[in-house]
């Protein structure tokens, strides 16, 4: 298959020109054709020669990226666009040439006759399952236009909070990092000139001093120790990752964490709220929802959770129960949900939910960091500071043995 560019002519005269992926010329002039206009053009395209592939260089596709495609998807099949055309505007408007890419796959796959859904459902890599089955919906009751706008809010919504989230560590990790660099120097490059020095004069040294000559020592004569355990504890959390029962404890050791631990839970619960409420407007069958949700909220815990709520429903039982016995869940969700499936208005109940933990991450976070920058210029201040007396010490006594001879 080769790409095609063309241009053609409606009856009214209006000039059409795309891109068309096709086995050769006639079929673009067929394809013209089927739109009821004529061709007054055909180029096919010279593929560019491709760079090199570097994995560490593939351009990412980010939620921000799936959250626009919903969004300008949207509004091209509210302005009565067909899927083909909406679909070819979109390779035209996107940048991240990795996602054009896909696009133009998922293009080709609906010009088959395959529905947007399934044509999606191809790169699982690349757009959510809760995507794929919130669309799939939409065909099936005829609502496309606006299951993509819940969408777009949806991916709008997360990636707020995940960059929110990265906005909040970018300052402690930042000063962080530079409390270590400059101690590691100190150590490593200072602290050695100092010894020589507090040697030759024969000083009776602190217990500051000795700690620290003791630190600086280890540094510069087994930093390969420490390079090598560092990576250990790497290759150590990445095996054990694969294994369920490290991630299930890795899950409730950061939910027992205090304040931080707090703080996981309501993501926990804002994320549960927003993507269940989403799926059941949509009109997605509730034990769908409940598979899709399970990952949707990036706990092992709370996975396990809906997947004992969803033997719950089938059983023609209720959510409330399994997410009480979880100990997750504090009350106020609890009583929620059991509401709203009682009276009929769960999606509602979930907008709710979704609403107050947001708005309760937002305040902590908020909160968090200004606790956080402090404490962390204080602490380094207490590091760089002790270091600094540990040095000095020795040299206040060479100064009073200098003056008495």
Request: hydrophobic share 50%; net charge positive.
């Amino acid at each position: 298959m080769d790409m095609f560019e063309f241009k053609a002519r409606r009856p009214s005269g209006e000039v059409v020109s795309g891109k068309l992926n096709a086995a050769n010329e006639a079929a673009v002039v067929s394809y013209i054709r089927e739109q009821g206009m004529y061709a007054t053009q055909i180029k096919k395209e010279i593929p560019k020669k491709k760079a090199a592939h570097i994995p560490f260089l593939k351009q990412k596709i980010t939620l921000y990226d799936i959250a626009m495609f919903c969004r300008q998807f949207a509004t091209l099949v509210g302005a009565g666009v067909s899927l083909v055309g909406a679909i070819e505007i979109m390779i035209e408007q996107t940048t991240n040439q990795r996602f054009k890419e896909i696009i133009q796959k998922v293009g080709d796959d609906v010009r088959k006759g395959l529905q947007l859904s399934a044509a999606l459902a191809g790169f699982p890599d690349v757009f959510p399952i809760l995507m794929v089955h919130m669309i799939e919906a939409g065909e099936a009751g005829g609502m496309l236009e606006t299951v993509l706008y819940r969408l777009a809010e949806q991916y709008e919504k997360d990636y707020r909070l995940n960059a929110k989230l990265k906005s909040a560590m970018v300052y402690p990790a930042v000063v962080i990092a530079v409390a270590v660099i400059v101690v590691t120097i100190i150590l490593t490059f200072v602290m050695p000139t100092f010894v020589g020095l507090f040697k030759s004069m024969n000083v009776q040294l602190p217990w500051p001093t000795l700690f620290v000559m003791s630190i600086s020592s280890f540094l510069v004569n087994y930093w390969w120790v420490i390079l090598s355990f560092i990576g250990l504890i790497i290759v150590v959390y990445k095996e054990a990752l694969k294994k369920k029962e490290f991630r299930m404890w890795r899950d409730g050791f950061y939910l027992s964490i205090p304040v931080l631990g707090v703080l996981y839970n309501k993501i926990i619960i804002a994320r549960f709220a927003s993507t269940f409420a989403s799926l059941s407007r949509s009109g997605v069958p509730i034990l769908s929802a409940l598979t899709i949700v399970s990952k949707a909220t990036g706990s092992l815990q709370a996975e396990e959770v809906f997947k004992a709520a969803r033997v719950n429903v089938q059983k023609g039982r209720g959510l409330s129960v399994p997410m009480e016995q979880s100990k997750l869940f504090p009350p106020l969700v609890v009583n929620m949900v059991a509401i709203g499936e009682e009276t009929g208005s769960l999606d509602h109940m979930l907008d709710k939910i979704s609403e107050f933990y947001s708005a309760e991450v937002d305040d902590m976070m908020g909160r968090l960091q200004a606790l956080l920058d402090p404490f962390l210029i204080v602490i380094l201040g207490v590091v760089v500071g002790f270091i600094a007396v540990a040095m000095l010490l020795p040299m206040f006594d060479i100064i009073t043995k200098v003056g008495r001879a």
